[in-house]
């Protein structure tokens, strides 16, 4: 049986044939628009295409969404505007936006809402060229795709299971008790109590636009929470001890967020300042303190929720997902609190991992047994050698082959001599990291290596950088070491980290660490040991094959592309390498 998932917010697409995950990819990595909000269709054609599928071999479609109840729990948001006294102005204007959600007769909802089935089953037939797709459309609910992708890849037979973001049906933190590849709903909090939309609403405020909490999470290394009176961190989350709910998110907060981007009167309130003007330096007071107390507020409503959730399944082992998962730095609060004794955040663990979780979730509901290779981020695109070296030529490159895995030793050698590299190898990762295959790679023994790389992508040079180390080897860098194969896990670094690895431990002392195992990863292992060789740390700095503002490389000609607006002095793509000459050499 074939399932074709599709993620109803962020515009992925993955493929689950015979219940086992073959591709996934997001439609950004193919139209170049970073965040694309287009229908995945060249997306949905890489998947069927991958598993050598043709439309009319496709036996469902699953949609991570169920639109009618994603638009019905607006009524929460209409709620809270009305509880909270908004001028009426604003009131009518807010009231507009969501009465046509609010009110529109469901059959109609389920035919013209851009999440709905028969809008997705359009997409689908157009991204297959209208070439005999007959398969049934089903939806799944947001919080269960995130809940399957964050626990079936784990290989787990029972664990915790705590999926948290903005919102998704009527949901923004849902708790799941897994047993044996099934999921039983515990309990959740709902739109109107969103950490999600807190850190998105905090995100605005600090000036950094659409999709761009990591910022923020890198910023609030800069500013102590300390600076900030307990009473205006009540301001942000409150954690009501035993009590019901597990955390309470500040209305004011929240409604702000409903009103719309822009309007952001409460952090105004709370720390002083209007939201950061564009031009003003990120790490100017306030705003890394506003960043410090938003970032402590979330892992204190986190640690109680965690805490909640194993007392309430008697399991230590937790699986996150949702779009908080992406916060490394929470993370490492969790694993360092004692709370787990283990701890799995997928790769993609925001909406781009829910097309994979709906299709595994349908599969499994129809009698499929579903089988995801544990540690696997790669599961996009590949490109031949004859397909690299077509492009190499047309670029007017010049460069040379290197024999077998030779290409390991070569990119090894230029890293360790200060060389800053663009690696490009096998299948595309999915979601926001890179992970050794679509790789922009550095010396991290080399003091002031990170602002060379900050420069070199055009991105502010106080964003911090994270590694990639030999999975066994992590102890010898970090406090209470765990797998993280997906650099979704901040951990604080010991002595020797710090002295070793200079150029990835932000300021705070932690660093996001990728681990790297050699059975899963033979190059980039086989890379990281040749670094060592040279050096006396098997360890890169690792950051996305990317320029700012645009999407992680997917081709060849992509990465030629980033290659010369970089100016990167190699590019070790496939088993070719291209050096940059020096200044004043012919090219």
Known sequence: MNVLGIDASHNTAALVKDGRLVASAEEERFDRCKHSRNPPVHAIRFCLEYAGLAAADVDYVAVGMDEVDHYAGLGLILSKVLFDGYPPGLLRKRFSVLRHHLFTDPARLRTHSPLSSAYWGKKVDAATDGTGLSAEIRVIPHHVAHGAWASLPTGWKNASCLVADGAGDWESTTAYAYHDQSIEFLRKETYANSLGFLYFNATDYLGFGFLQEGKTMGLAAYGDPQDVPGAVLDQIVRVPGELSPWYTVDSRILTDYYYGRGYLSHFTRLFGAPKRPPGLEATTPPYPVAAAAVQR???????????????????????????????????????????????????????????????????????????????????????????????????????????????????????????????????????????????????????????????????????????????????????????????????????????????????????????????????????????????????????????????????????????????????????????????????
């Open 297 to 587: 507020s979330l892992e204190k409503a986190l640690l109680h929720t965690v805490k909640k959730v194993v007392e309430s399944t008697g399991e230590k082992k937790l699986c996150l997902g949702g779009g908080v998962a992406m916060n490394c730095s929470a993370n490492g609060k969790i694993w360092a609190s004692g709370l787990v004794d283990e701890l799995a955040v997928q790769v993609a663990p925001m909406d781009s991992g829910t097309a994979a979780g709906a299709a595994l979730r349908l599969a499994q509901q129809l009698g499929e047994k579903p089988l995801v290779e544990p540690d696997r981020s790669d599961w996009g695109p590949e490109f031949s050698d004859a397909e690299i070296e077509k492009a190499l030529e047309a670029a007017g490159l010049r460069f040379e082959r290197c024999p077998g895995s030779s290409i390991a030793g070569k990119a090894a050698d230029l890293v360790a001599k200060g060389k800053i590299v663009g690696w490009f190898q096998g299948r595309m990762e999915l979601g926001a990291r890179a992970l050794g295959h679509r790789s922009i790679l550095a010396n991290p023994g080399i003091k002031g290596m990170n602002d060379r790389v900050n420069r070199v992508k055009h991105r502010e040079l106080w964003r911090p950088f994270a590694p990639s180390i030999a999975a066994e080897r992590l102890g010898e860098y970090v406090q209470k070491p765990c797998p993280s194969p997906f650099m979704l896990i901040a951990f604080h670094a010991n002595p020797n980290g710090k002295r070793e690895l200079p150029t990835v431990i932000h300021v705070d002392g932690t660093t996001r660490v990728q681990t790297v195992d050699k059975r899963l990863e033979p190059l980039y292992y086989r890379l990281l040991r040749e670094v060592e060789g040279h050096t006396s740390h098997p360890a890169v700095l690792n950051t996305s094959f990317n320029d700012a503002g645009e999407p992680i490389v997917c081709s060849p000609r992509d990465a030629i592309r980033s290659y010369f607006g970089m100016g990167l002095d190699a590019l070790a793509i496939g088993n070719y390498l291209a050096l940059n000459p020096e200044p004043g050499a012919k090219r």
